[in-house]
């Protein structure tokens, strides 16, 4: 069995849109990246190994001996390791070839182009019609592609709700406006600035949302596999604020309370061929991003987004399983560094190396976030 490297990258969606090898994360993002570098040790199989720089030799020792976690730190050695970063770009590429891995162990230039072709949010907004066509029901407008100002006005003219407008890379929130009928023209600058930056903007109607919601995948040579399911909190702007943490059977619940479980069911198994379709070449984790909406009762939107790399959404699914005590639910949040949550240190029970109660924070002391888990 392969051995794999993990390394985490949450500007992975930024990279995409500079496609550079050199590009430079804005200093949150960096921050980012740095408080989350032993994450991965949540995550990954015991047999793997995560990079990072720097780790507290106390804390790590605690969380070993607490909850049995067993990646060992990457020593400079890249040879028999796969490499599993959070996402590809030609970025993460330079990172890993800096780490001593060689063109055989990584993506080519093609790989890599396809990779970030298909996470322009067009790819969505495919996938999202095709999949229309094979339901026996309806579902919410795919988002259209908008390249100029005159596009944006006749797409604004069907949506007298606001438009919701997206740069077609980005992550957490960032690139996303609204825009109202009657603030239109105010923004056309703006909206120009973002086409000539980008190419294109995705637009789609202003919905109300009452419940954010994902299926996970892994595509591999052998197919497209259903994960599980994940639900989240997105805040105002769009950025993640958390999941929740149960098991998938309450998970499920949970979603069908909003969306019928027929129609669930149904996205759940045409989903895998059209993922297939839009990403024939593309192998490793994704995560499709859905919408329970009002609109003359709950109807849904059943591709708002497809990130072609790891997830919040796969990191509490597997931190429920492998962590926390079954039967248990609370909450997984990335949100900055608590200071009175550092201070006192972890305040949380554990039984056989599982959570069944309180609130840990994943990051290492010093970490400008906190990744915080809390069981109710």
């Known amino acids: ?61 605690q969380m070993r001996d607490t909850f049995g976690l067993s990646a060992a730190l990457f020593d400079g050695n890249a040879d028999s390791l796969v490499p599993a970063p959070w996402g590809w770009s030609r970025a993460t590429r330079k990172i890993l070839t800096d780490l001593g891995f060689g063109p055989a162990q990584l993506p080519d230039d093609s790989t890599l182009a396809m990779i970030r072709d298909i996470s322009h949010r067009r790819t969505a907004a495919a996938a999202a019609r095709l999949l229309a066509e094979r339901l026996p029901f309806s579902v919410a407008l795919a988002a259209e592609e908008i390249r100029s100002a005159d596009e944006l006005r006749r797409f604004s003219e069907r949506t007298p709700g606001g438009t919701v407008l997206k740069l077609p890379w980005s992550s957490s929130g960032r690139g996303l406006t609204v825009i109202t009928a009657d603030r239109l023209e105010s923004r056309i600058a703006s909206v120009e600035g973002m086409i000539r930056r980008q190419g294109s903007v995705m637009a789609e109607p202003l919905m109300d949302k009452r419940l954010d919601f994902a299926m996970l995948f892994t595509m591999t040579d052998g197919g497209c596999d259903f994960d599980g399911y994940s639900l989240f909190r997105n805040n105002k702007l769009g950025a993640y604020a958390g999941n929740v943490l149960a098991t998938q059977q309450e998970l499920e619940t949970a979603i069908t309370a909003f969306i019928p479980r027929e129609r669930l069911d149904a996205v759940r198994a045409e989903l895998p061929s059209v993922l297939t379709a839009v990403a024939p070449h593309y192998r490793g984790p994704l995560g499709v991003d859905m919408m329970a909406v009002e609109a003359d009762g709950y109807a849904l939107a059943p591709v708002v987004e497809i990130n072609f790399r790891m997830t919040m959404g796969h990191v509490s ?60």
């Not at 399983?321 to 039967?327: D, E, F, L, P, T």
């Open 1 to 61: 069995m392969s051995r794999h490297l993990h390394i985490f990258l949450p500007e992975n969606d930024l990279a995409l849109a500079c496609d550079k090898a050199g590009y430079t994360p804005p200093p949150a993002a960096a921050q980012l990246r740095r408080s989350g570098a032993t994450l991965p040790m949540w995550y990954c199989d015991n047999r793997d190994v995560v990079a990072v720089q720097g780790v507290n030799a106390g804390w790590l020792r």
């Open 317 to 376: 699914r597997l931190l429920y399983s492998r962590h926390i005590a079954q039967g248990a639910r609370g909450t997984y949040s990335v949100q900055p560094a608590d200071a009175a949550l550092r201070h006192e240190g972890m305040k949380c029970s554990v039984h056989d190396g599982r959570l069944t109660g309180g609130t840990i924070d994943l990051a290492q002391p010093g970490s400008d976030f906190s990744f915080v888990v809390t069981i109710e």
